[in-house]
């Protein structure tokens, strides 16, 4: 199995199963003489580890963070990175019923169909857990903008919506995510979430969501045309995350619905530099970042796992039920906050390292 790379100059290489001994990635392409510890990446991995509440997979896992090449005396030496974290709480018992039976929603059928091997514990690279790899990957991607830009960057994510039920935006508190157990920075739609949740955990099955990333303080000048442009890659970027079935920069699929007077970005000028009256392109213009807030969202599907019975078939042909055991999310969503953080992280990385090769620093002054 190849393409478990993403990234040019800022490049991570994700490996590992989900029931596997350890999983982890490879980050190369860091600069040197940039600070970084396990105690860089950790904050990152305890906001998306399961079993923190009742409301995500109850499997237990430390997803403790080692750094096992890439750092000298504290600091990158220019090297690759290699992170690990191992698998604690692995239950592939609960997986044997559905060894030759393909869950439906799920890459089963296409991964044994491709390859003529699947890996039925968990689902193998196929399950969220390979995710954990890639929010290490990020925090190594906010020491290098950090370095290279100060704090000028900030990035953050919200959950949204989940199923039918959508914040109040008028109520928007980015402090209100750290208090709530679903991200939400609306503190008035938590007890209907936590309704809904209960009701669906209940009923043995799952429900999708949409998660907001925005990265606030990115230099203009950031992405290329044609084929290199910044939105492409970031939507390439969250939408290989595990169950994600949907990404959108700014308007996104609101802008169908608008005329060109109301979707342009205003502009004036404010003591010499360029100010933008509104942000409907999400901080992207041409494939190019205009300096303000890059604006992303992705949908998530139910989780495929569900004790709800569902019709399939298994290897044989044969028509079946089946009925996923195990400890799975109601909500991938939920989890699925700072993976979104982490993968904006790892491409603005990459495109900060991309432009100073091409165009030499400091991107800041343009």
Request: net charge neutral.
């Amino acid at each position: 199995m190849s393409h478990n790379s993403f990234g040019h100059l800022f490049r991570v290489t994700t490996w590992g199963e989900s029931h596997g001994p350890a999983i982890g990635c490879v980050v190369d392409g860091c600069p040197p003489g940039i600070a970084l510890s396990e105690a860089d990446i950790q904050p990152w991995l305890d906001r998306r580890k399961p079993g923190q509440s009742k409301f995500t997979t109850q499997r237990r896992e430390a997803d403790e963070v080692r750094i096992l090449s890439g750092v000298f005396e504290g600091q990158t030496t220019g090297t690759p990175i290699a992170l690990q974290i191992e698998n604690t709480d692995q239950r592939s018992k609960d997986y044997s019923d559905i060894a030759t039976r393909y869950r439906p929603g799920h890459a089963d059928v296409t991964y044994d169909l491709k390859y003529g091997h699947r890996d039925y514990r968990g689902g193998g690279r196929s399950s969220a857990r390979e995710t954990a790899s890639r929010v290490a990957a990020g925090g190594v991607a906010r020491q290098v903008l950090t370095a290279l830009l100060g704090e000028q960057v900030r990035i953050r994510a919200a959950l949204v919506q989940i199923g039918a039920i959508s914040i109040d935006r008028s109520r928007w508190d980015w402090a209100e995510t750290e208090r709530n157990p679903l991200f939400s920075p609306d503190a008035g739609i938590v007890s209907q979430w936590e309704e809904l949740l209960g009701a669906i955990r209940k009923d043995g099955s799952s429900i999708g969501a949409v998660v907001e990333v925005v990265a606030e303080g990115p230099p203009p000048g950031l992405g290329a045309p044609i084929y290199g442009k910044l939105d492409s890659d970031l939507a390439a970027a969250l939408m290989s995350i595990n169950g994600v079935k949907g990404v959108e920069i700014g308007e996104g699929f609101a802008a169908a619905q608008l005329q060109g007077e109301q979707n342009a970005d205003p502009m004036r000028m404010k003591n010499g530099k360029i100010v933008f009256e509104s942000n409907h392109a999400g901080g992207i213009l041409g494939g190019i970042s205009t300096g303000q807030p890059i604006v992303a969202r992705f949908a998530m599907k139910p989780t495929s796992s569900i004790l709800t019975p569902v019709p399939s078939v298994n290897r044989e042909g044969q028509e079946i039920d089946v009925m996923t055991k195990g400890r799975h999310d109601p909500c991938i969503g939920i989890r699925a906050v700072p993976v979104g953080e982490a993968m904006m992280a790892c491409v603005l990385a990459d495109h900060l390292l991309r432009d100073h090769a091409q165009n030499g620093w400091p991107t800041t002054s343009r």
